[in-house]
């Protein structure tokens, strides 16, 4: 068979037995599902020998890029010596033993034990239980509230969307949780009016401060943040933004959760990203750039407060996956940290690429469909909008995304549209050259858009 009848071949599968996540499906089988066979470094190649310089890695997680054959040695060896054994019922393997130590090392101070999952969901279920818990424990068990934002994304599960703030699957889910509750996000460029970002960044942080007052701060048990909102199109706080709430948690003594699983292993140019805007959370749970996504794991690490609680005073907390810390994806996250650390890459990410890719994106400026561009270290958004001078985003929220998303692989780079934000966040790995060839594509996309839609 050739590459073309090797793609219709898979396509005609793909229609008639596969669901896509976050997909309508329907469409997708209209138009024919792009099968990706191969990867290496920042470029991934579709069935039909296309290759394309992937701006995401992946959704968010190829920190250390594709094709280090490092990553599938310590996979194979350890499944030939140990494929699976839990860590229920007063066992563990060695893997998860190791890597605990190890990210206890990597994440901040104060944050030295970890609770194991398969992904970002399941770690923001478990931060769900562990907050209950915890307040259980304290002998306040109606502290059953956790404050998320609008626009915030914490994973899938019934969990996940509760705590997310995506209306679209606020609108599906019929049994979402009933304590959760949603403040505005800090979204300056896009809901900022004539206010300057750092009023922004306190007003918004301020909501936190009324919510808290309006459900009573009995009530309340955590608040829950990614450091920089990812799914919502890379949301960039203002500088005010993050010791505000701090202060708020502080003051009402609330559990203070940074959502990590996109910012943290390197992206932000700091190991984690609530080291570059220096928050101190009580729960921290992780993901993706762990392994780099080469297997599925995640994790929550648990600082003093609570840990001493859940370790001291629960007797067992019932909680836990068949696969947490499972031993082939806990070797694989240990290989995949090794390699981070011993290439230096979270430094690279700080002192040298992440500048060059603020300073080349910044180049796109000039573009008459780009309203901004707003990095910190490899991850960046770029909002679309119908006049630039009064940040007038355009008449139908995502039309002129999606067009660009599409154009953008007609010119050979994934990025994707998060409404009419086009982000980007490229394997750690990425070269001052490629990060030229990532611009020259984008700018090349942004002109088909401009021209498509007139
Ligand atoms: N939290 C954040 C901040 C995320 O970006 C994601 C996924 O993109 C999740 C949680 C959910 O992770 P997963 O898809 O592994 O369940």
């Not at 007003?203 to 009995?218: F, M, N, P, S, V």
Request: proline share 5%.
């Amino acid at each position: 068979m050739n590459n073309f009848d090797k793609t219709a071949y898979w396509q005609d599968i793909d229609q008639a037995h596969h669901i896509h996540p976050f997909t309508d499906t329907a469409d997708l089988n209209n138009r024919g599902t792009r099968v990706i066979t191969s990867a290496k470094g920042v470029f991934i190649e579709d069935s039909n020998g296309k290759r394309y310089l992937d701006g995401m890695a992946g959704l968010w997680c190829v920190n250390i890029g594709y094709g280090r054959k490092e990553l599938a040695e310590a996979a194979y060896k350890q499944m030939l010596e140990l494929p699976y054994y839990n860590n229920f019922f007063q066992c563990a393997n060695t893997p998860a033993i190791e890597l605990s130590k190890v990210l206890a090392e990597i994440t901040p101070e104060g944050l030295n034990h970890v609770f194991y999952a398969n992904s970002g969901s399941e770690a923001n279920d478990t931060v769900v239980r562990m907050v209950h818990q915890y307040w259980n424990l304290k002998g306040k068990p109606e502290r059953t509230h956790i404050i998320s934002r609008k626009n915030a994304y914490h994973g899938s599960t019934v969990a996940g969307a509760s705590l997310g703030g995506m209306s679209g699957m606020h609108a599906q889910g019929g049994s979402l949780l009933r304590d959760v509750v949603h403040i505005d996000q800090p979204y300056w460029y896009g809901e900022g009016g004539d206010h300057t970002p750092e009023e922004f960044g306190l007003l918004t942080a301020r909501k936190l401060e009324e919510k808290i007052e309006e459900l009573g701060a009995d009530r309340v048990g955590a608040f829950i943040g990614e450091p920089i909102q990812g799914a919502g199109g890379v949301i960039i706080p203002p500088s005010t933004y993050w010791p505000e709430i701090q202060r708020i948690c502080k003051k009402y003594d609330i559990l203070l959760i940074a959502d990590e699983v996109i910012c943290g292993f390197g992206r932000t140019g700091n190991w984690f990203g609530s080291e570059t805007f220096d928050i101190k959370p009580d729960l921290m749970p992780m993901a993706k750039g762990m392994s780099s996504g080469y297997l599925p794991i995640s994790a929550v690490m648990v600082g003093e407060r609570v840990a001493d609680v859940l370790i001291n005073q629960c007797g067992e907390f019932t909680h836990g996956f068949t696969y947490s810390g499972h031993p082939a994806a806990a070797a694989v996250a240990l290989e995949n940290i090794r390699i981070m650390r011993d290439e230096k890459m979270v430094e690279r990410v700080r002192d040298d690429i992440g500048p060059y890719f603020r300073k080349q994106l910044d180049t796109l400026k000039d573009h008459p469909l780009a309203g901004a561009v707003e990095t910190v270290g490899l991850i960046a958004g770029m909002p679309l909008v119908d006049d630039k001078k009064t940040r007038k985003a355009f008449d139908k929220p995502g039309t002129v995304g999606t067009i660009c998303r599409d154009a953008c692989v007609a010119n050979g780079v994934i990025s994707r549209a998060c409404g009419d934000r086009m982000v980007l966040s490229p394997p750690l790995c990425i070269t001052h050259d490629e990060v030229d060839e990532l611009v020259k594509r984008l700018r090349a996309a942004l002109d088909d858009t401009a021209k498509k839609i007139g």
